[in-house]
């Protein structure tokens, strides 16, 4: 199997650079990509009063779907823009990314009101499965919302 180099880690490691460094900038930069200088501005202000697309926390950074460095034309544009976290699950980079700010993923907006879904739901099913073992109504609630998640994931 190819093994894929992580340049922006590469270079992380090779310049001793600290977790907080904006590493999709610095690979755009290496391949010879240029952020536009009022981005940071522009983000700053949509991102006031947003929460990440993944799991409602505060957003810090505005995720291209399409990376600027390979569409530099929709950098400026904020309907290709996904609020994310940056810090603690850093769903920036884990899931918008995939890992690595290398890769990106074109449905990210997508796989992020999946991801959010799930998230709900796995934390509804722990909560009735906690008082299902008190309470035989709770417990029909439960089987019955299991069924229903069996019916719509097929």
Do not use: Q
């Amino acid at each position: 199997m190819k093994k894929h180099l992580n340049l922006g880690a590469v270079m992380a490691d090779v310049l001793k650079l600290p977790e907080d460094v904006d590493r999709e900038t610095m690979f755009a930069a290496a391949i010879g990509a240029r952020r536009k200088s009022r981005f940071a501005s522009a983000a700053k202000k949509w991102l006031k009063g947003k929460e990440c697309a993944y799991c409602s926390a505060k957003a810090e950074e505005a995720h291209h779907i399409f990376p600027f460095w390979w569409f530099p034309s929709l950098e400026m544009d904020s309907r290709f823009w996904l609020p994310c976290c940056r810090m603690g699950a850093n769903h920036h980079l884990h899931l918008a990314h995939l890992g690595s700010f290398e890769r990106f993923d074109v449905l990210a907006r997508e796989h992020a009101a999946i991801f959010k879904f799930c998230t709900r739901m796995s934390g509804m099913i722990v909560s009735l499965t906690r008082s299902a073992e008190r309470h035989p109504t709770t417990r029909k609630k439960l089987e019955r919302l299991l069924k229903e998640l069996a019916a719509a994931a097929c």
